[in-house]
């Protein structure tokens, strides 16, 4: 794992609209891998917190904006497919809130090393990203007296513009 410091500005994602340049189809080689920014720490954040509460909808603030999932994908119909990942998405935040303790507080997020530059149609998709592969969320909490860290592992991030967002909470099934 590498820990990536947050940079200082933060992520400039869309949410639809134009094609940010980190995402156009035009790229013949891989942009350079954006760091962590505040922004995506505290979506991170916000997604503890809804995990904590068992509020998908809150934890959902993490996840891939439609409109750019439906820019980014090369199918017919990318709500269908948005949907069910979004059904999955739910059912995860719904498993964790069972498992992840009450008192969690968030601690930092880190990008594995199992990232790639995914190319035109290499994942159904009409656009490149970067991708991240599980990633670790770290949290801490009482254990015996005792401040302890724990993770709970992201899935899959990808990138829209320079920001990160989740697209697999866990396993997908």
Known sequence: ???LAPSA???RAQAGGDVPAHNSP???EAPPLPPLAEADLERARTLLRGILAGDPEMAAAAYLPRAAFAQIKGVANPDHIYDRLMREFTADVHA???EVPA??????LELSRRRSW????EEANRLPYWSARRNQLTYSTEVNGARVERT????????WDDAWYITHLREFH
């Open 96 to 98: 964790l809130h069972a």
């Open 152 to 159: 709970l592992e992201v899935r899959t991030l990808i990138t």
């Open 103 to 108: 008192d969690a507080r968030f601690e930092r």
């Open 26 to 28: 035009r790229l013949r």
């Open 9 to 11: 500005q933060p992520g």
């Open 118 to 121: 995914v190319v035109v149609r």
């Open 1 to 3: 794992m590498v820990t």
